[in-house]
């Protein structure tokens, strides 16, 4: 199993220290980065968070997905392979 995480549903003020904070709490994080819009450099909304191991991967999954983060329902899971 990877240990690369998608987060979506985050709200535009959150920031990669913020992700990082979050995904800490369940282990090492070893990169975080949410997303923004080349032109405008807003957050679109979504992120990646790429732990140290599998199994906290998984802890953080469990953990986080559909809990309340500044008022809206996180959508966390494994990130799928990017189509080039």
Do not use: C, P
Request: charged letters at 25%; aromatic letters at 6%.
């Amino acid at each position: 199993m990877s240990s690369n995480i998608y987060v979506g549903n985050l709200t535009f003020n959150t920031t990669t220290a913020d992700l990082e904070s979050l995904f800490g709490q369940h282990g090492e994080v070893k990169k975080a980065q949410v997303i923004t819009d080349r032109d405008t450099g807003r957050s679109r909304g979504f992120g990646f968070v790429e732990m140290a191991t599998s199994e906290e991967a998984t802890a953080a999954i469990n953990s986080l997905n559909g809990k309340n983060v500044d008022g809206r329902d996180l959508t966390v899971n494994i990130a799928k392979e990017r189509s080039r």
